[in-house]
């Protein structure tokens, strides 16, 4: 390990001084450039990890993330700490990364209060805007929590620091558990990290932000199966919209919350509140099911759904979608449904909701009935064990997520899951009555 006061020989201009933290990944140090005076910081590697027999794979693991990091951050992201250059001391890989002067969230709240709910929905979408760019380099941060954030002095930019590099390798060495407060519980398992890992964490820390508390973590809720208390009930003033979205990202299971930064960050308030563009491929007017939906009125709204795609397809007279039809339903005209639907019910209604859940339960094109009907009981079209009829259906914004829409457009022949072969948004089928 390093010590305060060691002048480097890879790198004589530092001068190591003091260790200013440490996890169960690796360890950091604040360090000086003798000739320059200015202060870097320096992460290694934790020390148990040098005895442990992954350590050879985890120095891989840690040199190619940083020089991913390096690539990303070369440009200067003002939201991702720098990296500035790598070498090895006595065969320890150090990593050195600017020193960002300012002061952790963690402790701004601890001194100063919570924030107003435009400061903290700002502070986090800068991080999670710098996120969504390293999971498209297939890195997972792993422990984006308010003491892991700098607001910059003088600034109103935070920086994301301290990234647990190389935390895929699987190790008894490595302490999975990070900080459980703001921790997903599949982070204590030896599994892939996934994005999902990091949308639970920020929604934790915007949790915190906004109520100066914490979750009840992730690990109690599932091994005792408490219950989560809401934002709301802690600080009224949170708007519903904002409350929704931290439930969302803190949903007990990966499968539950969205699925990248972009899905979650589009649940906050004053994100994505412009109108819907109603495009349609076909020239169908889609001004009536904005309003019902704007208006809250679920099930004229539904009926309207129905009426449309039906129009769209020229399928009026037939009064049911086939596969074939449903294969080549235009796609800007089913995105602008799914939008309308995502929109007004603040993410809780819409095929590209539906689509996610059922997808959450390894469902494909290809008809499972287990699968079917896991993905009917979440939804809310089963009861009991058996499938509800149309009429039985709820029409509230207080029903399942994914409830709606609920239209029977299909033929009974086409009962299982069809999705459009030419977008990315999903197309499940309502269940008909048979």
């Known amino acids: 390990m390093l010590q305060p006061g060691q002048y480097l020989k890879q790198r004589p201009h530092f001068v190591v001084e003091a260790e200013i933290g440490g996890g169960g990944f690796g360890v950091t140090f604040k360090a000086k450039h003798r000739d320059l005076n200015f202060p870097v910081v320096i992460k290694t590697p934790n020390s148990r990890l040098q005895k442990d027999a992954n350590y050879p794979k985890y120095v891989k693991g840690f040199r190619k993330e940083g020089r991913i990091l390096a690539e990303i951050t070369q440009n200067h992201h003002p939201n991702i700490v720098r990296i500035i250059d790598f070498f090895e001391e006595d065969n320890l890989p150090c990593l050195v990364m600017d020193f960002v002067k300012g002061e952790n969230l963690y402790n701004l709240i601890q001194e100063k209060g919570i924030l107003s709910e435009k400061v903290a929905i700002d502070y986090i979408t800068q991080i999670a805007q710098a996120l969504s760019i390293c999971h498209q380099q297939g890195i997972i941060h792993r422990d984006a929590h308010p003491g892991n954030m700098i607001l910059r002095a003088n600034s109103n930019t935070v920086v994301l620091i301290d990234f647990g590099l190389a935390g895929n390798v699987n190790s008894q060495s490595i302490n999975q558990n990070g900080n459980l407060a703001f921790a997903p519980w599949e982070q204590m398992l030896e599994t892939e990290k996934l994005p999902t890992l990091d949308i639970y964490t920020l929604a934790a820390s915007l949790f915190y932000l906004v109520t100066g508390d914490t979750p009840i973590s992730s690990l109690a809720r599932k091994m005792t199966n408490r219950a989560l208390i809401e934002p709301k009930e802690l600080t009224s003033r949170i708007s519903e919209k904002l409350n929704y979205a931290i439930i969302k990202g803190l949903e007990l299971e990966p499968q539950n919350r969205p699925q990248t930064m972009q899905e979650w960050v589009s649940l906050f308030p004053g994100v994505g509140d412009d109108e819907v563009e109603l495009k349609s491929d076909v020239g169908m007017d889609y001004r009536k099911l904005r309003d019902l939906l704007k208006a809250g009125r679920w099930k004229e709204a539904d009926k309207e759904t129905e009426r449309v795609m039906l129009a769209v397809a020229n399928r009026e007279k037939e009064g049911w979608l086939d596969v074939e039809h449903i294969d080549n339903f235009p796609c800007a005209d089913l995105r602008t449904i799914d939008q309308l639907w995502v929109k007004y019910s603040n993410g809780k209604f819409g095929f590209s909701v539906q689509k996610r859940i059922y997808q959450g339960y390894g469902g494909t094109r290809e008809y499972n009935e287990e699968i079917w009907r896991q993905f009917g009981d979440t939804v809310g079209w089963r009861e009991g064990g058996s499938w509800l ?35 990315v948004w999903g197309c499940l089928p309502s269940r008909r009555d048979l």
């Open 389 to 423: 009829y149309y009429s039985d259906v709820t029409y509230d914004i207080k029903a399942p997520e994914g409830h709606l829409p609920n239209t029977p457009l299909l033929n009974s022949r086409c009962y299982g899951v069809v999705f459009m072969n030419c977008f």
